[in-house]
């Protein structure tokens, strides 16, 4: 935190709860209780307030996230560095890491990224380096498959649903063809990537 904000760099970071954050965030929890009452399941609301752990040298911004589901209040606390959002806007940018965490996840565990099992280290810095360049393949099927029922399918979904596909492969000096069996019942998908990126490319 003291280096983002010497480098004048905006940072969100989750924060442990304990008892001072706890207190401090009292009336947003209060107001959560009595949202509660007259909305039932499903209330939240935003605060913040200035806290300063003993280790910190001076006091920082921290936003609470407090909701009640299945009868029981939950508050998550992260100390910000943003001045110029909302509380709200704070922890919906915090919440976005989970979105990075799968694609972490997808590459070491769909793309078999964490194989890096031979015994001379360029070997593996090439093995690292292929899965990367997949990945970002991965990334622009992803992206082509907008608007369609699988859209938000991960890495070993496509894999599995898209590409491990049976297909007589032809090839001319210009052009590779793959022809996929009639019967594959993926054919609107595979067109409308096609599509989309033929229109990429223009």
């Not at 499903?42 to 806290?51: N, P, S, V």
């Not at 979105?99 to 810095?125: P, V, W, Y």
């Not at 093995?127 to 393949?137: F, I």
Request: aromatic fraction near 10%; charge should be positive; proline fraction near 2%.
């Amino acid at each position: 935190m003291e280096f983002c904000e010497e480098m004048r760099l905006d940072y969100v970071l989750g924060l442990n709860r304990n008892k001072a954050p706890d207190m401090l965030s009292s009336p947003t929890q209060m107001d959560t209780a009595l949202k509660y009452k007259y909305e039932g399941e499903g209330c939240r609301e935003y605060g913040e307030f200035g806290y300063r752990a003993k280790t910190w040298d001076g006091e920082r911004r921290v936003v609470v996230r407090s909701e009640i589901t299945r009868h029981e209040l939950s508050a998550r606390f992260v100390v910000a560095g943003f001045k110029h959002k909302t509380p709200e806007e704070v922890y919906a940018f915090y919440c976005q890491r989970a979105n990075q965490e799968n694609r972490i996840k997808e590459m070491k565990l769909d793309l078999a990224s964490g194989r890096t099992s031979c015994h001379r280290f360029l070997a593996n810095q090439y093995r690292l380096l292929s899965h990367a360049a997949a990945c970002a393949l991965m990334g622009v099927l992803q992206e082509a498959l907008v608007g369609t029922r699988w859209a938000g399918a991960q890495v070993g979904t496509i894999r599995l649903r898209l590409l491990k596909v049976g297909a007589r492969v032809m090839q001319t000096c210009r052009k590779i063809w793959f022809h996929l069996p009639t019967s594959y019942t993926e054919q609107d998908i595979w067109r409308h990537i096609h599509r989309s990126l033929a229109a990429g490319s223009a």
